[in-house]
């Protein structure tokens, strides 16, 4: 339905099943779905391998792990360990932690708007230890191996009159790591998927897309480095909510009646407004925490297991 196609979503898994809905297949796409009964985790891999997939889903070809937890913005006093772990054992998957690498975390996002606060207090939480290594050697931190972390939160082009892209440009540059995460704030289709999902890609992150704001990507084209991009939908467009509230109604509805009635009803301007949970603000802080100690347990603990060994 056109309407639909002009909702948007940052999720890979949310473009799969609208697909699903119009009972259109979608080829050179692969989708493998597990769920964990115990811990309530549903985590579905969407890799697009073709070209022709990557143009039907309107995404570059990678790999997009979701990882859905009913609860994870319920407050849990150690943080959902649980999704920490499943976080930390997919970065294992995407980035080969064998070796030592110098890895640079970016926060995108504004600090000052609750909703796109997630990356920088991401960062905030982070194990910094690329300064520590740089100063004092790997004895400073009593281990015969470890991971260079260094993190940044560049703002948004309002704050600093500059591209995102263009100041991790000059970042890597000069401090040259092996890989770069990005974490953002992103936008979803389904009201449900709030603050309860994280996507983890290969293919990088273009800030601001879900919200129709196109800045440069940060990407391995662009970057000339490895590029995972982690994100959390903290909004969902207002033209959702209606287009969901009615769903009963139309279904009673031939299609070119829906497509007329669903115009009418949608004014353009709802196109350009999103809403995010009352809560948001502890909501946002509490996922921080989980992701971070997600990077935490991926980037530290993976090789001072090694050492142990």
């Known amino acids: 339905m056109a309407v639909s196609k002009r909702i948007r979503t940052d999720l890979a898994l949310e473009t799969t099943e609208r697909f699903a809905e119009e009972?259109?297949?979608?080829?050179?796409?692969?989708?493998?779905?597990?769920?964990?009964?115990?811990?309530?985790?549903?985590?579905?891999?969407?890799?697009?391998?073709?070209?022709?997939?990557?143009?039907?889903?309107?995404?570059?070809?990678?790999t997009y792990i979701t990882i859905e937890a009913p609860d994870l913005s319920v407050p849990d006093e150690d943080y959902h360990?649980?999704?920490?772990?499943?976080?930390?054992?997919?970065?294992?998957?995407?980035?080969?932690?064998?070796?030592?690498?110098?890895?640079?975390?970016?926060?995108?996002?504004?600090?000052?708007?609750?909703?796109?606060?997630?990356?920088?207090?991401?960062?905030?939480?982070?194990?910094?230890?690329?300064?520590?290594?740089?100063?004092?050697?790997?004895?400073?931190?009593?281990?015969?191996?470890?991971?260079?972390?260094?993190g940044i939160v560049p703002g948004v082009m309002a704050q600093t009159g500059m591209e995102t892209a263009e100041i991790i440009q000059g970042v890597v540059a000069e401090t040259k790591p092996d890989v770069v995460v990005a974490i953002d704030a992103l936008a979803a289709r389904s009201v449900r998927r709030l603050n309860r999902t994280i996507q983890i890609t290969d293919t990088g992150i273009h800030p601001g897309s879900g919200v129709g704001n196109h800045r440069n990507g940060l990407t391995e084209d662009n970057l000339q480095v490895k590029v995972i991009g982690i994100g959390v939908p903290t909004v969902v467009d207002a033209a959702t909510i209606v287009h969901d509230s009615m769903a009963h109604l139309l279904d009673a509805l031939e299609e070119a009646e829906q497509k007329e009635f669903l115009e009418e009803m949608i004014a353009p301007n709802l196109y350009s407004m999103f809403v995010t949970p009352k809560d948001v603000d502890e909501t946002v802080r509490y996922l921080?925490?989980?992701?971070?100690?997600?990077?935490?347990?991926?980037?530290?603990?993976?090789?001072?297991?090694?050492?142990?060994?």
């Open 23 to 62: 009972n259109t297949e979608i080829r050179g796409v692969e989708i493998q779905e597990e769920y964990d009964e115990e811990k309530d985790v549903r985590t579905t891999v969407v890799k697009i391998v073709t070209e022709n997939g990557a143009k039907a889903m309107g995404r570059p070809q990678g």
């Open 81 to 150: 360990r649980e999704i920490s772990e499943e976080i930390s054992k997919h970065l294992k998957q995407l980035i080969d932690l064998k070796k030592e690498k110098s890895i640079l975390v970016v926060g995108l996002g504004n600090a000052g708007i609750t909703a796109d606060a997630l990356g920088p207090h991401v960062v905030e939480n982070l194990r910094m230890t690329r300064h520590i290594i740089r100063e004092y050697g790997l004895r400073g931190i009593d281990h015969e191996k470890m991971h260079r972390v260094s």
């Open 288 to 309: 921080s925490f989980t992701i971070s100690e997600g990077l935490n347990l991926a980037f530290s603990d993976s090789l001072i297991e090694e050492d142990r060994s």
